[in-house]
């Protein structure tokens, strides 16, 4: 997870797009990484892929509305990272963390950024 964080600051600094092929490479790999490592993740890793995806969701829903040729990739994308936010903040509210702790410590990654 550390790796495509690294990866995830690297692209908010860019002052391009990266093309479509990267994005759902990158995409594939953060799936990847949570389909496999989800439950071994500690709560920093946790946050930290609450952020990657609610990034690459926010991404994917502002290229699906451009993208006449990938809309529906984009759409299945925006989906799936929805889910994993979703699972991902459940695991953090039943590991003891409220939705305003959660809120604090993704805007902590943010501002750090």
Not at 20 to 42: A, C, M, P, R, V
Request: glycine share 2%.
């Amino acid at each position: 997870m550390e790796k495509l964080f690294e990866k995830m600051k690297e692209y908010l600094h860019m002052d391009t797009e990266i093309p479509y092929g990267e994005f759902s490479e990158y995409y594939k790999s953060l799936i990847d990484t949570l389909n496999t490592t989800f439950e071994d993740l500690d709560q920093d890793m946790r946050i930290k892929a609450r952020y990657i995806c609610s990034i690459v969701q926010a991404n994917a829903e502002s290229r699906g509305q451009r993208s006449k040729t990938n809309a529906k990739a984009y759409k299945k994308i925006n989906a799936k990272c929805a889910f994993w936010l979703d699972a991902i903040n459940f695991r953090l509210i039943k590991d003891g963390m409220t939705q305003a702790d959660i809120d604090k410590a993704v805007e902590a990654i943010n501002d750090s950024i």
